[in-house]
């Protein structure tokens, strides 16, 4: 009898508690790759949740990296927070601002974009990507808590935060989401994850017939497996090692290979798009 090959592994065992510390993974995951910027998104204002690390702090980067100023709502991250506001503020010479919040709750959410307004005045992007997942081998082991919680975090927080911005909007601003492969394919151990992902596909398309007579663009990434702090502080050891390989690439992706695709949707070059998703994800077919 063949013998099935076990999971190549790729990265040490490293648990962390939630919400995860990039400064903390071993490697640390990539957010810049140091090329030039084009100033596709020049003095634009621009507000990303969860862009203290991971997809959000590469987003971050490359949105400053473009010419945008740049606000990063996140819950408690102080150091990673810092260490990316520190890049964009002294290597990229634009304003970052730092806003902690819990943005599972509505009333931080109003409070947050209170406090980027009175700085920033009005708000040309949205970047709704911060997101928890508890994965569980089975639906009976999913609390009312944890799945209550998933779906503040990864979906009401993305109408809270919207509804917040939308009077500082001018006609030309864009939202972008960002939901997953998840989405698309579901996973079995992410019940409550994949339907909050599958939720933000349907929010992103009906969201942009309902702004588009504003002229307000809606789209949204779905990427596959990416090395961020969600990894390390969510699954088993063993996930964690062999994260990624069994995409078609054999590897999973580095945020700053997500981050171009948020570039492209905020700039002018998707102009023509909206109610539309991006899918890095390492190759694999999702035909949506």
Same mark, same amino acid.
């Given at each position: 009898?063949?013998? @099935? ?8 065992? =490293?648990? =962390? &508690?939630?919400?995860?510390? $990039? ?11 140091? !090329? ?6 020049? &003095?634009?204002?621009?507000?990303? %949740? ?25 819950? !408690?991250?102080?150091?990673? +927070? ?23 709750? $509505?009333?931080?959410?109003? %409070?947050?974009? *209170?406090?980027? %307004? ?7 992007? #949205?970047? &709704? ?14 609390? %009312?808590?944890? #799945? ?20 500082? /909007? ?16 579901? *996973? ?6 994949? +339907? ?9 398309? !009906? ?26 502080? @969510? ?6 090692? @062999? ?10 992706? =580095? ?8 570039? /492209?949707?905020?700039?002018?070059? @998707?102009?023509?798009?909206?109610? =539309? ?12």
């Amino acid at each position: 009898m063949q013998k @099935s090959n076990p999971k190549k592994k790729i990265f040490p065992a =490293q648990p =962390q &508690n939630r919400p995860g510390l $990039e400064f903390k993974m071993k490697p640390e995951p990539v957010y810049d790759d140091l !090329s030039p910027g084009a100033n596709k998104l020049a &003095n634009k204002k621009c507000v990303i %949740t969860g862009g203290d690390s991971g997809i959000g702090r590469a987003v971050a980067i490359a949105y400053a990296k473009e010419g945008a100023d740049v606000a990063i709502i996140y819950l !408690s991250e102080d150091k990673d +927070a810092e260490e990316t506001a520190e890049v964009i503020r002294e290597k990229y010479k634009r304003e970052c601002l730092l806003i902690p919040a819990d943005i599972s709750k $509505e009333a931080a959410c109003k %409070t947050a974009v *209170s406090k980027i %307004t009175r700085k920033f005045k009005h708000i040309d992007v #949205l970047v &709704n990507n911060a997101g928890v997942h508890y994965p569980e081998e089975s639906i009976t082991e999913i609390t %009312t808590a944890n #799945l209550q919680k998933t779906f503040a975090v990864n979906v009401y927080s993305i109408f809270w935060l919207v509804k917040a911005c939308l009077p500082y /909007f001018k006609k030309g601003g864009c939202i972008i989401n960002t939901s997953s492969v998840t989405a698309y394919r579901g *996973s079995a151990n992410l019940l409550d994850y994949s +339907a909050t992902k599958g939720a933000i596909v349907s929010l992103t398309r !009906s969201l942009s017939a309902n702004l588009i007579s504003k002229g307000i663009r809606v789209n949204g990434v779905a990427p596959g497996p990416i090395w961020t702090p969600l990894i390390p502080s @969510s699954f088993e050891s063993k996930k964690v090692t @062999s994260f990624g390989t069994e995409t078609p690439m054999k590897r999973p992706g =580095q945020p700053v290979e997500v981050a171009p695709s948020y570039v /492209f949707l905020a700039s002018d070059d @998707s102009k023509y798009i909206t109610g =539309q998703f991006i899918h890095p994800n390492g190759g694999e077919i999702v035909n949506g």
